[in-house]
């Protein structure tokens, strides 16, 4: 999972840059890269993402242009079997 926070202090041309870089993301992920699901929060502060990455080094490569404009936190995930009755 990706936690992704919008850093407050972003011009209006850092923002935008933001949005070309999160445009051409979404048009064509990366090789190796699958977006499960993503969300916004309500109050626009940040994004979720599940994402499946071939390995955390090509994350890290594929996160690094926005890391000026988002802070991003990397957290493993799982399935969950057997919560269900």
Request: glycine letters at 6%; charged letters at 20%.
């Amino acid at each position: 999972m990706v936690i992704n926070r919008t850093r407050p202090d972003l011009t209006a041309a850092q923002y935008q840059e933001l949005g070309k870089l999160a445009e051409a993301f979404y048009t064509a992920p990366p090789a190796g890269i699958r977006l499960h699901s993503d969300w916004a929060a309500a109050d626009g502060s940040g994004t979720y993402a599940i994402l499946e990455a071939e390995s955390l080094d090509l994350l890290e490569q594929v996160q690094t242009p926005f890391r000026p404009f988002v802070a991003m936190e990397n957290i493993q995930v799982r399935p969950l079997s057997g919560w269900r009755k």
